[in-house]
């Protein structure tokens, strides 16, 4: 098993920047690539981000550009870098892991969720 757990959500002005931390714990070894997704209200959750264990990187073509993921092996962690947030960014944002190379909604393990919220 895999434990996720999320950190960094905050309420934020539009312009601003935050970084998630998402710290992977259990058997990692099994992890081949980790993620975000989000989740607004009243709609279905969106993919955002994953880098695989090679530290490939991969993006919603709508977010790359403001956001950026980058991992921290020795301490198993992921981190998303937002910048100029939105308010359309408000959101849950899920950190995921896979045993395959890439991150899904049937992916196996899932944080709880950290909330971003984009406001004046």
């Known amino acids: 098993q895999v434990q996720l757990v999320e950190s960094g959500g905050a309420l934020v002005q539009p312009g601003g920047s935050l970084r998630l931390s998402c710290a992977a714990s259990g058997s990692r070894f099994s992890i081949n690539a980790m993620g975000w997704y989000r989740q607004a209200p009243g709609k279905q959750r969106e993919y955002v981000a994953q880098?695989?264990?090679?530290?490939?990187?991969n993006y919603n073509e709508f977010l790359k550009g403001r956001f950026i993921i980058s991992r921290e092996t020795a301490k198993n962690t992921v981190y998303l870098q937002m910048d100029s947030l939105k308010p359309e960014d408000t959101a849950l944002y899920y950190c995921v892991a896979d045993t395959t190379l890439r991150i899904k909604i049937s992916s196996p393990y899932w944080g709880q969720g950290t909330q971003v919220t984009v406001s004046s």
């Open positions: 880098i695989s264990n090679s530290g490939f990187a």
